[in-house]
C-alpha cells in the first residue's frame, strides 16, 4: 500500500479530469481524502489523496471509458463525469430586479448558500442540466444585450427575456442526465 500524497489538483492534471469531477468520484468511492496547508500553495489548505486512492480513481475512469464504447450505451446521453446545472439568479429582487448572476454548479444548493453570503436574497429563476464545458457559451448566449456589471453578474431590462434564452439554449443542447443538484 503506497501511502505517499498527491494532491487532487495534480491528480485531476493527470488524468485529464476537471477537479470538481474528481470530487464528486471521490465521494463516490467513499474515499476520504486529507487536507494539509502547504507553503508551495501560499498557505492554503490544499487536498490530498494516497496513491492508492488515486489508483482507484483512475481505474474508475478507465472502467467508464470501457463502459462508453460498450454499444448499448445510448449515444444521445452525455457522459455524467462534468455535469451540474447552469442557473440563472436574481441577485437582489426586490431592491435590484434587473442584477442577475448566471454561471455552472455542480450542487446547486451548495452554490446558492455561497451567494447568499453576500447576496442573502438571491433567488432562483431556472437551472438547466449541462456540462462544465458549455458554461461560457451559455453565458456569452442568454446575456445578449445585457449590462455586465461583473464577472458572471449582469443587469436587464427584462429577465423574462434572459430566462427565455437559457431555455431556447439548452433545448438545442445535448441532453445530460439530471444529477442531484
Given amino acids: 500500500m503506497n ?29 476520504t481524502p ?3 496547508k502547504h507553503s508551495e500553495h501560499r498557505g492554503q489548505t490544499i ?6 486512492e488515486f489508483g482507484r480513481i483512475a481505474e474508475y475512469f478507465s472502467i467508464k471509458q470501457d463502459s462508453n464504447n460498450s454499444t448499448d450505451i445510448q449515444p444521445s ?19 435590484d430586479p434587473r442584477r442577475f448572476k ?6 446547486m444548493n451548495d452554490r446558492l448558500r455561497q451567494h447568499r453570503c453576500s447576496a442573502p436574497f438571491a433567488t432562483v429563476i431556472g ?13 456569452d448566449c442568454v446575456t445578449i444585450d445585457c449590462e455586465k456589471v461583473h464577472t458572471e ?3 436587464t431590462d ?5 430566462k427565455n434564452r437559457c431555455i431556447q439554449f439548452f433545448a438545442l443542447m445535448p441532453k445530460v442526465a439530471k444529477i442531484n443538484a
Fill in 3 to 31: 501511502n505517499e500524497l498527491i494532491s487532487v489538483i495534480d491528480a485531476a492534471k493527470q488524468l485529464k479530469k476537471y477537479k470538481q469531477t474528481l470530487f464528486k468520484i471521490i465521494r463516490k468511492l467513499k474515499i
Fill in 34 to 36: 486529507t487536507k494539509q
Fill in 47 to 52: 487536498t490530498y489523496i494516497t496513491q492508492e
Fill in 77 to 95: 446521453i452525455q457522459d455524467n463525469s462534468d455535469a451540474g446545472v447552469f442557473y440563472l439568479i436574481q441577485l437582489e429582487p426586490t431592491h
Fill in 102 to 107: 448566471v454561471g455552472f454548479a455542480t450542487t
Fill in 127 to 139: 437551472t438547466w442540466p449541462c456540462r462544465k464545458l458549455w458554461e461560457q457559451t451559455a453565458i
Fill in 153 to 155: 453578474v449582469f443587469r
Fill in 158 to 162: 427584462n429577465i423574462e427575456n434572459v
